[in-house]
């Protein structure tokens, strides 16, 4: 076994290669019809590489890194990947590795030039170290499947790349909201009952940006005061059926429950009952949805969007939403954009962000007393560090008493009057 042999047989020709013995007895593998005895050498070459490789088709290596991420994106990173980490890639991609990368063979990079690479970009630019992080993450996820997805390398130049040591990196802009500003915030916006409702949902549960919005009232229960946790929002370029998509929690540990506090469960309590007055007074005129299917061309269902009923027509598939406009529109997490452009430049609450809410609650209730298992489970996040995740359990009631914390720290007449929601 190792040689390919090539003999004419009539007016063509035949390769043929030794392969494992069965019961010991010599099997080969053989093709013919070629014209040429050089066309069955080449083939046969080929053939024989595959079988060495399991029956994995040869790859030849002249890819261009450049080509090879476009490759990895549709192949890999859309099949695995949510949308909004894809697009992510795809400008760090883009901006900062294809210009100074992709004009490589994929296989000709070396891990020497790779940390040229990053040592480049790290003295070039002023992002955060969290910023850098993301480009060396792709760098090396892109690398890793080259190798040992798709079998282009054989060797991971990008496996023991890591970042150099930087002084004075500004790290990402990370706000704690004081009491002081959440009132200022609420009182500003008083009027505005769908801002203030999702603005103290997130904050008193520390919920993400997209599962905020995500929320519909079947997954409200008001008689025990849990909150089911299974959706978050994205969006896409605008079409004829709108922008926004509905899909799973960012990780498996994200799709969880939380405790309303009584502040929170009272401000969504009242909040449905003047909803539920507005459907009554805007009457045919209050739009509703449902969310449709989007299938691929193998007929595979990959995402559900959300998409407005048009008048007169029913649907099985309706969507109660929650944080919607006063007539029912449905306008995802842009809800949040012009109060925090106010917020930013009329209130002077510089670089905060709704989503920051997230990072305050957290905060808050690990300093006063919360172990940090609980606020791992509340949050939706799966790992801790080893010793916490081996010694501190987590329990329903001691998540419930996380959120009382909070309820009592936060509690005021401001809060009290706004969440009455009245009409």
Not at 179 to 207: A, D, H, N, V
Request: with cysteine.
């Amino acid at each position: 076994m190792g040689t390919v042999n090539v003999k004419k047989r009539g007016k063509v020709y035949q390769y043929q290669f030794e392969i494992a013995r069965v019961k010991g007895k010599r099997k080969f593998l053989n093709k013919s019809g070629f014209k040429t005895k050089a066309e069955a050498i080449e083939a046969g070459n080929l053939a024989y590489t595959e079988y060495l490789n399991a029956g994995v088709p040869f790859k030849e290596c002249k890819i261009s890194y450049s080509d090879y991420l476009d490759y990895w994106i549709n192949n890999y990173c859309r099949t695995n990947l949510k949308y909004n980490t894809i697009n992510k890639y795809q400008t760090l991609i883009e901006k900062y590795i294809k210009p100074k990368l992709g004009m490589y063979r994929l296989s000709t990079l070396t891990s020497v030039r790779l940390n040229l690479f990053i040592t480049e970009i790290v003295d070039e630019y002023d992002f955060s170290r969290a910023y850098f992080k993301n480009i060396l993450k792709v760098v090396k996820g892109s690398f890793r499947d080259a190798c040992n997805l798709y079998g282009f390398i054989k060797y991971n130049p990008a496996m023991t790349l890591r970042l150099p040591k930087m002084d004075n990196i500004e790290e990402d802009a990370k706000h704690l909201y004081t009491q002081e500003e959440i009132i200022k915030i609420l009182m500003r916006f008083r009027r505005q009952e769908t801002f203030t409702c999702s603005f103290l949902t997130s904050c008193f549960t520390g919920m993400r940006t997209g599962e905020v919005f995500a929320l519909t009232w079947e997954d409200i229960d008001f008689e025990n005061n849990i909150i089911h946790i299974k959706h978050s929002v994205y969006d896409k370029p605008k079409d004829e059926k709108g922008r926004w998509y509905i899909g799973s929690t960012k990780t498996i540990s994200g799709t969880r429950d939380v405790f309303m506090s009584p502040t929170l469960s009272n401000a969504l309590r009242n909040f449905k009952k003047r909803q539920d007055w507005l459907k009554e007074i805007y009457g045919n005129k209050y739009i509703y949805y449902h969310i449709e299917d989007v299938k691929n061309e193998f007929g595979k269902v990959i995402e559900t969007r959300i998409v407005e009923n048009k008048i007169g027509e029913e649907y099985e598939n309706n969507i109660d939403l929650i944080f919607t406009r006063n007539d029912g529109t449905y306008s995802g997490t842009d809800l949040v954009r012009y109060p925090f452009k106010i917020i930013h430049d009329e209130m002077g609450i510089e670089k905060c962000r709704f989503y920051d809410l997230r990072g305050s609650y957290a905060t808050k209730i690990l300093n006063n007393g919360v172990e940090i298992r609980e606020v791992a489970d509340i949050l939706g996040h799966r790992n801790i560090e080893t010793t916490e995740n081996y010694y501190i359990s987590s329990t329903s009631d001691s998540r419930k008493y996380a959120t009382e914390v909070f309820d009592k720290m936060m509690k005021s007449e401001v809060i009290d009057k706004i969440i009455k929601y009245d009409f």
